[in-house]
């Protein structure tokens, strides 16, 4: 993890960052099982492009996450990227439940810790703002 992020301030109730790999690791498993079974059965006309666009969504959104955090070091744009995660999140879940009911119990996992992080990064973002701007 970059030196920038370990001298921001954040919650007490921060996990160490030790903890976030491994949590990633295990849920990637599940959206790549889950994610991939939805594009396959959009390949296959079981469902539409806007059953599909959300998940589509969610990915883009968790792949921009590091580096707008990380590289760009910027934590308001991190914050606004997180909430997308999690908006596409649920959408996806709400809009594939009725073709594939166990994709949304899958990734219930998934929605608690994006729920935890948009937390997090909320805490994070408020912590560090810039005062007088």
């Known amino acids: 993890m970059n ?7 954040k919650p007490s109730w921060s996990p160490p960052a030790k903890l976030f790999g491994p949590v990633w690791s295990v849920l990637y498993i599940g959206i790549i099982i889950t994610f991939g079974t939805a594009v396959f059965m959009f390949i296959k006309g ?16 968790n792949i921009a996450f590091t580096p707008l955090q ?46 935890f992080a948009t937390v997090l990064q909320s805490s994070i973002t408020w912590l560090n703002r810039k005062k007088g701007e």
């Open 70 to 115: 990380f590289r760009l070091r910027n934590n308001e744009l991190a914050l606004l990227d997180i909430v997308f995660i999690l908006a596409t999140l649920v959408w996806a879940l709400i809009a594939i439940y009725p073709f594939a009911y166990w994709i949304t119990i899958v990734n219930i996992p998934y929605l608690l810790w994006v729920s």
């Open 3 to 9: 030196q920038w992020y370990k001298q921001l301030a």
């Open 46 to 61: 079981s469902i539409s492009w806007l059953i599909i666009l959300p998940f589509i969504l969610n990915i883009v959104f």
